[in-house]
């Protein structure tokens, strides 16, 4: 065993991070060895680098690790605590994403098959995908912690627009994708966004009073009956018309407005 | 001074009066609300986790008006509800970190440093890697005092944090319950007359949205003086047989009985009335 020891000047300027990278090697590999000098360097170590380099350890092993939709909002530029709440989200994370795709890739194929009744049958979808996905993003039975976060001072109105605007990103975005790239720029491939607005933004202002989940599907349900109606009558783009567009418009100004004026109702449960 | 200030609430859903000119106060240590199911011990917490508003009558939580003032108490508040819910396949470091954010606590490395402290505190350190999924019933209520202790709250409600516990769980929960409020105003809602003579300074007996009873355990038990027998036979609708084959009688005494010491629950149920015999059975 060599006769080499850290004495304490060495022992001093290690544990205070001051040696370079050569002659801190060459402390560790003799500490690795030596009980005496570990003992002399365990004692010169500051307690607030020691304090410092224990918590940068735990923050290694224990920090969450974040999931795919999360790095994703992390790169579009949202910070990390917002993109914590959005991400735990059911409607945002991937098995809904992924549903959300296939149903969309569905209705394109059967618009690409028949020109008339499948591009009916994508602006009927299209619509009702992101409304599925605002109705089950927030409220009791879609958020396990929903009743802890009412208590909590982060808003809860704050929190349901974020994630509804979320959700209408991740469901609108494929569908224009998908709409212009498989059925050609007509217009008619975005007949179904104004739609979608209103349905959501129902959905939203129904939520102060109702739980968003059944809001939505009888909001869903009642929309694809219209629909249908019309198909019956053999009018199948009649709700895609410029009288539907104007007003589902309506529907979205007014819905806005009430949204605003009632946001306080959110924020507790009185008026449930 | 009083944390807690509830003078003469209302609190309806529809034709049921889940409160009922419900008076009472609680300041720092630990306060039990004890009663029955169905007394509105859940309304009441919920109100005072600012979640719901009274119809009528006033509340000051933190010496701070709710209606007006919500946001400042819910800084200063933590809250176990009755059934916490989990996003199950959180870590318990990723669900405390997800509440610590509703708590507005923005910085990552000053919130991972409060989660820690709070896993810590609960004593679930060395699982806060696990999915909360594979946790036992009440390591996941320990989750759920984890996430209220986040930030140091001045006003600490917990709604039937004992509920479902087995006796050892229990027995663990009381000894962390008390640490908690050795510094701030805990308010915990209960049925167990038990975690009440462990736990409570103080304790509000209330049944039927109204207070029967406010005081300390021991004044809770001296309610029963004199009124608790022993005797061979059974005497009226509270009384049952005990381990030594001899029935303990509240009310009444009867025939050929000899006073018996009473206990905490003994008070209760005789308070009660007749919705003890609900309770007892």
Same mark, same amino acid.
């Given at each position: 065993m060599t006769e080499w020891h850290v004495d304490d000047e060495l022992a001093t300027r290690y544990s205070g991070g001051a040696l370079g990278g050569t002659a801190a090697a060459s402390v560790e590999a003799h500490l690795l060895a030596c009980e005496r000098c570990r003992g002399s360097v365990a004692t010169a170590v500051p307690e607030e680098r020691l304090r410092k380099m224990w918590g940068e350890i735990a923050e290694a092993v224990d920090a969450p690790v974040p999931g795919p939709f999360e790095r994703l909002l992390r790169l579009v530029g949202i910070n990390e605590p917002t993109a914590r709440l959005l991400a735990a989200a059911y409607s945002l994370r991937l098995p809904w994403l992924a549903a959300n795709a296939v149903a969309l890739l569905f209705a394109v194929l059967a618009a690409g098959i028949d020109d008339r009744w499948g591009l009916l049958w994508f602006l009927a979808v299209a619509p009702v995908l992101p409304v599925a996905g605002v109705a089950l993003a927030f409220g009791r039975g879609a958020d396990p912690a929903y009743e802890i976060g009412l208590a909590a001072p982060y808003s809860a109105f704050r929190l349901m627009l974020a994630r509804a605007a979320a959700v209408l990103v991740t469901s609108a975005g494929p569908a224009f994708a998908a709409g212009f790239a498989l059925l050609g720029r007509d217009w008619a491939v975005v007949a179904w966004l104004l739609p979608a607005l209103a349905l959501t933004a129902l959905t939203l202002v129904l939520s102060s009073r109702f739980? @968003? %989940? @059944?809001?939505? %599907?009888? #909001?869903?349900? #009642?929309?694809?009956?219209?629909? %249908?109606?019309?198909?019956?009558?053999?009018? @199948? #783009? %009649?709700?895609?018309?410029?009288?539907?567009?104007v007003t589902a418009l309506t529907v979205v100004l007014v819905s806005a407005a009430l949204l605003f004026l009632r946001r306080d109702r959110y924020q507790s449960e009185d008026s449930r | 001074m009083n944390t807690v200030v509830v003078t003469n609430v209302v609190k309806s859903y529809g034709r049921h009066r889940a409160l009922d000119g419900l008076s009472f106060t609680a300041g720092p240590g630990v306060t039990g609300l004890l009663g029955p199911n169905g007394a509105g011990k859940t309304t009441l917490i919920r109100m005072l986790a600012t979640v719901l508003a009274a119809d009528s009558g006033t509340l000051r939580l933190l010496g701070r008006d709710p209606s007006a003032e919500r946001l400042q108490i819910r800084r200063r508040l933590g809250y176990l509800p009755q059934e916490p819910g989990f996003h199950r396949a959180f870590t318990v470091f990723e669900f405390v970190d997800y509440v610590a954010i509703l708590k507005e606590i923005v910085d990552r490395r000053a919130r991972h440093d409060e989660v820690r402290r709070v896993i810590a505190e609960v004593g679930l350190a060395e699982v806060s890697g696990k999915r909360i999924r594979a946790l036992s019933g009440g390591m996941r209520r320990r989750v759920g005092i984890a996430q209220a202790l986040l930030g140091e709250p001045e006003l600490v409600l917990l709604d039937e944090p004992t509920a479902g516990l087995d006796p050892e769980q229990r027995l663990r929960f009381r000894e962390l319950i008390s640490r908690i409020g050795e510094n701030r105003t805990v308010v915990l809602s209960t049925h167990q007359t038990e975690d009440v003579a462990a736990l409570c300074g103080r304790v509000v007996v209330f049944d039927g949205g109204r207070c029967m009873f406010e005081g300390t355990p021991e004044e809770l038990r001296r309610v029963a003086e004199g009124q608790v027998w022993l005797s061979a036979e059974r005497s009226g609708v509270l009384s049952w047989r005990t381990g030594e084959g001899l029935f303990r009688?509240?009310?009444?005494?009867?025939?050929?009985?000899?006073?018996?010491?009473?206990t905490i629950e003994d008070g209760y149920l005789l308070l009660l009335g007749d919705a003890a015999v609900g309770v007892r059975s």
């Open positions: 739980e @968003p %989940a @059944p809001s939505g %599907a009888v #909001l869903s349900l #009642l929309w694809l009956a219209g629909v %249908a109606a019309f198909a019956v009558r053999d009018e @199948p #783009l %009649a709700m895609f018309g410029t009288a539907g567009q | 009688n509240i009310g009444q005494a009867p025939d050929a009985a000899r006073l018996a010491e009473p």
